[in-house]
């Protein structure tokens, strides 16, 4: 492995004077890292092309509206992702930094000071779910700001090497060349300690307003990307960048087009529940007008104050308008997809856990390609299970995320992490009262009362073969 030399002034804790990229990338910035993923194929360091995936064609869940026949018509992309782009520079330290802001700050003057080889590059953010979506077979645009320097071009050949469009959010037309510190592509450097822990240090973290609070409208050029998509993705970490009265726009716009919103809180939903006026009116917007939301059962209860992450999925679908479903990540345990009418549990696969770090981005591209393609929920749920582990078992995010080689062979040898006293304490009453189904490795399908038992050869038994003969039409670098 090469090493990057990079020389440090004394700090309040001690860099080594040499730092590496370390198997991890992480996809974002807060400090410290909150794990909101699936327990979680082999994957290594490359970079694997996206694949169309021949299932049958189905209309898409997009709300029910006037105007839906009509746009649905329009639909030629499937996901587009809205801001959090930005480069991770990640690199190898014996300890993290204190938590603090100050101590934060410095570090990351210095690292910027001495800016380290493009091989410690990689793509963060919101293009983590872009490439995971592309590989499945999705067609996907990101839509976001990036700078007219290196680091913007970077990120703007990785999208293109995957297959993704950008639409630029440039509102004038002569920020392309500005050397503000607003107008330049977000950086995120990523500190992992020898336990592959991490810290995040980017200058947006010490900005008084968003970093791009300078947008204001959105142009037409992203309006019809949005109208042309049949999802939108959100995500917590967009209010770092755009200013919520922006972001609203966007969803709104999407709303009257006929695009499903999927949004995903993450850490950054408890500090919006705490913010301005105008961030917890966003929160509440997003919590009330999402067609699908994403959240950990630590988010689900920061956000609802209910403990049990079925009583607060269930809490989000009765105060939501237009929400058809909750999706609960339960980390190594596994994930619930919760319904006005049902409720879907599957448990994690048991893997050798590499790193977490874009786990739960690759489990939102998939649960986007059940919901596009009408996929029974018990098997969305299983294959998002199973691209989140594909992921965990490689060495990251960005072009590190699962392909979906990786993903084939995980669903074709299937190892699940089951723990029925965990899931009889969750369900609890939920037995009696609401429709369950349940993802078993259990030899034989059956119900008890209420509970629907399903193997998993059982749900994935018409979809695995369309993946399996996908990945062999493709062609893979990895």
Request: net charge neutral.
């Amino acid at each position: 492995m090469h090493h990057q030399s990079i020389a440090f002034k004394p700090l309040q804790f001690p860099f080594p004077p040499r730092l590496h990229p370390p198997n991890a990338i992480p996809s974002r910035r807060l400090f410290p890292l909150h794990l909101n993923t699936t327990a979680y194929s082999p994957c290594s360091a490359s970079s694997c092309r996206s694949f169309h995936i021949p299932l049958p064609t189905h209309p898409p869940r997009s709300l029910p509206s006037s105007n839906s026949t009509k746009n649905a018509a329009l639909k030629t992309v499937d996901v587009a992702t809205l801001g959090n782009l930005c480069v991770d520079i990640v690199l190898n330290v014996p300890k993290l930094p204190p938590s603090s802001k100050g101590a934060r700050k410095a570090i990351m003057e210095q690292l910027s000071s001495s800016p380290p080889d493009k091989q410690y590059w990689e793509a963060g953010g919101n293009c983590n779910v872009a490439i995971a979506a592309a590989r499945l077979g999705l067609n996907c645009i990101t839509i976001g700001y990036v700078g007219n320097e290196i680091y913007g071009k970077f990120l703007l050949d990785v999208l293109r090497d995957e297959g993704i469009r950008m639409v630029g959010m440039n509102e004038e037309a002569d920020v392309v060349n500005s050397p503000s510190a607003s107008h330049q592509t977000l950086l995120c450097w990523v500190l992992v300690d020898p336990l592959q822990k991490h810290g995040f240090c980017s200058p947006a973290d010490f900005f008084e307003e968003p970093a791009f609070s300078w947008m204001s409208t959105l142009s037409e050029e992203v309006k019809r990307g949005i109208k042309r998509s049949r999802i939108l993705f959100c995500n917590g970490y967009d209010f770092d960048e755009l200013c919520p009265g922006l972001i609203l726009s966007a969803v709104d716009y999407a709303i009257e087009a006929g695009t499903s919103v999927f949004f995903d809180p993450g850490p950054r939903g408890k500090s919006l529940l705490r913010g301005t006026v105008e961030e917890q009116k966003a929160l509440r917007h997003f919590l009330r007008m999402s067609d699908v939301l994403l959240l950990t059962s630590d988010e689900a209860e920061s956000l609802t104050g209910i403990a049990n992450p079925i009583l607060a999925g269930q809490e989000l679908l009765r105060t939501g308008v237009r929400t058809k479903w909750v999706v609960v990540k339960m980390g190594p345990r596994g994930s619930i997809l919760i319904t006005t009418s049902n409720i879907t549990c599957a448990s994690a696969f048991k893997v050798k856990v590499m790193d977490t770090v874009g786990c739960g981005d690759s489990f939102v591209a998939a649960i986007a390609f059940g919901f596009i393609h009408n996929i029974p929920l018990v098997t969305t749920l299983a294959f998002a299970n199973a691209v989140g582990a594909a992921t965990a078992m490689g060495c990251g995010a960005g072009r590190n995320v699962a392909a979906l080689k990786q993903v084939v062979e995980l669903m074709e040898a299937p190892n699940l992490n089951e723990d029925d006293e965990f899931w009889n304490e969750i369900l609890g009453e939920h037995l009696d009262s609401q429709e369950v189904t349940f993802l078993s490795k259990m030899i034989l399908n059956g119900s008890n009362g209420r509970m629907n038992r399903v193997t998993f050869q059982k749900a994935v038994s018409e979809l695995l073969p369309k993946l399996k003969s996908s990945q062999l039409e493709g062609t893979l670098s990895c």
